[in-house]
């Protein structure tokens, strides 16, 4: 089983270059996130859809956009790249309510 | 509002050390609680939780009890390894809207 799968693994950007990461999981679970992680901050929360349809803003949304395609498939796009969204992505799934997250391996990305 | 505070790294051990990394939280309501363990260029695993007070979490040698007195999910393992070497995180998630609530991580070196 695949569980969360990022693509791609690592990107290297110029300053306003627009680019989509993607995300899909095959274990059926109705919430997605999207977190951005940085050297001594630990995760923050980008955007999240708590199902098919629905997306709401977390704790650092700006410079960002989200798209729930279907159930499996939650993409995070960057329209104007800037040094600052420099960072490794993780894209995340959960069940329902307490359940844990399960985590893809990350996108590394590098802006110029 | 709800915050989580984990000591700093890196943490420095030798083999077959005792292992604890300290974890306190601020949460309103009754949060569950759990630690997460990132290898080196993986996504975020769950290693444990615990879902309501005195309970205790325990996987691969590592335990942690819930301690609402104290408000405190500190990490613990007995005789660590050289492939324990990796980033802990502490998270609260909390129960209005299953968000999770991330610590700053703690990086573990293990020396042999």
């Known amino acids: 089983n695949a569980g969360v799968t990022q693509t791609p693994k690592f990107q290297v950007l110029k300053t306003g270059q627009s680019m989509t990461l993607q995300c899909a999981q095959d274990m059926n679970h109705n919430s997605m996130y999207w977190y951005r992680q940085d050297p001594g901050m630990g995760l923050r929360l980008i955007y999240y859809s708590a199902s098919e349809g629905t997306t709401d803003k977390g704790e650092v949304p700006n410079g960002y956009n989200v798209s729930r395609l279907n159930k499996r498939e939650f993409s995070l796009r960057l329209e104007s790249a800037a040094p600052s969204q420099t960072s490794v992505y993780f894209c995340?799934?959960?069940?329902?309510?307490?359940?844990?997250?399960?985590f893809g391996d990350g996108t590394r990305l590098s802006i110029l | 509002g709800n915050s989580v505070t984990q000591m700093e790294g890196p943490v420095t051990l030798s083999e077959e050390a005792f292992l604890t990394i300290n974890c306190t939280y601020t949460a309103t309501g009754y949060p569950s609680l759990f630690w997460y363990v990132q290898y080196p260029g993986e996504g975020l695993q769950l290693l444990l939780k615990a879902t309501k007070a005195d309970d205790k979490g325990s996987n691969k040698g590592f335990e942690a009890t819930y301690r609402k007195e104290t408000t405190s999910f500190h990490l613990e393992k007995g005789s660590v390894q050289v492939s324990d070497s990796a980033v802990y995180f502490c998270a609260l998630l909390v129960n209005s809207n299953y968000q999770l609530i991330w610590g700053a991580g703690t990086k573990l070196i293990i020396k042999p």
């Open positions: 995340a799934t959960q069940y329902e309510g307490e359940q844990p997250q399960h």
